[in-house]
């Protein structure tokens, strides 16, 4: 496990101020795959795993680790096969595949390991957002060893306009034609959200700081941006989600955080799964967007008190 490289100098806190870096180290999965996974030192509390979403990056969520540590818990994160500075899966570097859904559990494992070779102290508690809150669940699903769970705008079904979801399920059953697969998926291309979407109407965060913050790190480190998903990454999504939805959650304690304005996932079917908890909470942040914890630093603080509360009850 080599030392790799951690970006402690775009880290911000939403305001401009600088945060404590992580360290971060270079994973190998058991496919060959390298992937980049970060740690962010705690008082012995426990361990909070946090799985970010689709074309996120650990440095990201600086601020979200910080106050976590201060908190006392250990936290580690990494970049998921195909993004940030993990290896990227294609000869395009700007598109996000993956050749199985499935394979993310591999980096899971990877991370596992990692703890375990760290002695980092459990109960381990998991933070999941959008893409990670879909990866994380199938963690659970399969046994990973998580005491409670948070979940923000979480990956169990993606929002198409009316009508569209049909085509999407027709164009994604053709993933396994290579020349298919590997393509972007309609209405997408290289081009990264962050750095081609207005400020006004986007839909990922009304704070106007930490928008600025993400376009930075983008425009900073090149290799954090990524574009649009190929059909065989939507292809996997859409049958992974599937199943997630068909098979029982896991009886441990969880919330579920949701922006009133929620625009990249399926609110309504987030909802029916997650009713189905036998420990969940859900909460619904009025006015906020996708990314709840990429709003101003009132909100952020708000919902991670709630995780944390969680986290202390169920340790």
Request: glycine share 12%; aromatic share 8%; with cysteine.
């Amino acid at each position: 496990m080599d030392e790799a490289p951690f970006h402690a100098d775009v880290l911000r806190d939403g305001g401009g101020a600088p945060l404590a870096p992580g360290r971060a180290v270079w994973l190998r999965t058991d496919d060959g795959v390298r992937v980049r996974a970060a740690h962010w030192p705690g008082a012995g509390a426990g361990t909070v795993l946090l799985f970010n979403g689709r074309t996120e990056y650990v440095e990201k969520y600086g601020a979200v680790a910080s106050a976590l540590s201060a908190g006392g818990w250990h936290v580690v994160s990494l970049d998921w096969r195909g993004q940030g500075l993990s290896d990227r899966l294609l000869a395009d570097p700007m598109k996000g595949h993956v050749a199985r859904f499935a394979d993310y559990q591999r980096d899971v494992a990877a991370l596992a390991g990692w703890l375990g070779v760290m002695g980092l102290p459990r109960p381990w508690h998991l933070i999941g957002h959008s893409m990670g809150g879909a990866i994380g669940l199938a963690a659970m699903q399969a046994g990973l060893p998580i005491a409670s769970a948070m979940f923000t705008g979480p990956m169990w079904a993606i929002r198409f306009p009316p009508g569209v979801r049909p085509l999407a399920r027709a164009i994604a059953a053709l993933r396994g034609i290579p020349a298919v697969g590997e393509a972007y998926a309609p209405t997408t291309g290289p081009e990264s959200y962050v750095l081609t979407a207005p400020f006004e109407g986007n839909a990922l965060t009304t704070d106007r700081e930490m928008f600025a913050m993400m376009q930075e790190q983008a425009r900073e480190v090149a290799r954090f941006a990524l574009g649009g998903p190929t059909i065989g990454w939507l292809g996997e999504a859409l049958a992974a989600m599937a199943t997630l939805a068909a098979a029982p959650p896991p009886p441990v304690p969880a919330l579920c955080v949701l922006g009133s304005d929620e625009a990249i996932v399926d609110a309504a079917r987030v909802r029916r799964l997650f009713a189905r908890w036998p420990a969940g909470r859900l909460l619904v942040r009025e006015g906020m967007r996708h990314e709840v914890l990429m709003e101003g630093l009132a909100e952020r603080e708000r919902v991670l008190g709630e995780a944390m509360e969680m986290f202390a009850r169920a340790g």
